[in-house]
């Protein structure tokens, strides 16, 4: 429960500072004592969750932007038995729901930032519901190397908004010191 509040709170803090990036425009409301004048985004919002570990990380961007639309993606990475290294990885990609994504800003949450094959397969799966006009890339932790290969691979404008940066990946392709398969943690063990 620690560990899902916690990117939960991550999340939340992640998207109040992409909310610092987003424009804005005025509106009137009306309340029981007169008007008042407020900003509101003046963005479509999408926010996509890569399954299952990004949920509650994703739950962080829904309670910040009540008002946006959700899409669920599947993706993990199938390993060759005798794998030594990123280029045996191929990502699966087994679920998607999402609504249009066209001219609208994405805000795509998955925690865990390794190779960014995840990410790449994801948005190229996305881009069937439209071309979004920005990708907020929202990662809870993210290695170098998988910076590198989205920002060789991704022709949309994009931003990288992160909890850590860390050192590298390992011969197995997991983020170094890292923490461990996010979805197991938060959720248990799988088959």
Known sequence: MRFRSNLTRLGEILAYEISKSLSFQSRTVVTQLGQAKIKVPNEELVIISVLRASLPFYQGFLNFFDHAES???GAFREENENSSGDEDIHIRLSYLACPSIENKTVILADPM????????????????????????IAAAFAAPEGIDHIKANLD??????????????????YI????????????????
Request: hydrophobic share 45%.
């Open 156 to 173: 949309i404008p994009f931003e990288f908004w992160l909890g850590a940066l860390d050192e590298g990946l390992n011969d197995l392709s």
């Open 113 to 136: 930032l390794a190779t960014g094959k995840s990410f790449i397969k994801s948005i190229q799966k996305l881009q069937a519901h439209g071309s979004p006009k920005f990708i907020h």
């Open 71 to 73: 899409g669920f993606i």
């Open 176 to 191: 170094v010191p890292g923490l461990g398969d996010a979805g197991d943690l938060a959720f248990g063990t799988k088959l």
